[in-house]
């Protein structure tokens, strides 16, 4: 099973980027998904969650407005869209799956399977 993350780059303030997650393996259709991620010097922090059929999605304050987390169950893939970008957005950003068939938390022991994480740096 492997979680692959793609998107990260350089982008300005108020640029947008627009994260994939694509897992391989087996299927996550039913599981939630989520994407974190890791500032320097910062503990590891949830982003956003999204349910197996789509019909529930959380975000951490700090992103709420600003990024839509989404999911393609045909092709086994999650996405992060992520607008008006800040500097302190800048972070390695990982996604995640939940191996229980329900939403059971934000917090990072929820999630059992893990992408290798992607760099986001936004500059001022």
């Known amino acids: 099973v492997q979680l692959q993350a793609y998107g990260g780059g350089l982008v300005q303030a108020g640029g947008s980027l627009r994260l994939s997650c694509v897992a391989s393996?087996?299927?996550?259709?039913?599981?939630?998904l989520g994407w974190f991620r890791q500032a320097p010097g910062k503990e590891e922090e949830f982003v956003a969650v999204?349910?197996?059929?789509?019909?529930?999605?959380f975000y951490a304050d700090a992103v709420k407005g600003r990024f839509t987390i989404s999911r393609d169950n045909a092709k086994n893939t999650m996405y992060l869209q992520m607008d008006s970008l800040k500097p302190e957005d800048t972070a390695i950003y990982y996604c995640?799956?939940?191996?229980?068939?329900?939403?059971?938390?934000?917090?990072?022991?929820?999630?059992?399977?893990w992408g290798q994480g992607t760099q986001v740096t936004v500059s001022s």
């Open positions: 995640a799956a939940d191996e229980n068939s329900y939403f059971t938390g934000t917090t990072v022991r929820e999630f059992d399977y």
């Open positions: 999204i349910t197996g059929s789509s019909r529930d999605t």
């Open positions: 393996g087996r299927s996550f259709s039913r599981n939630p």
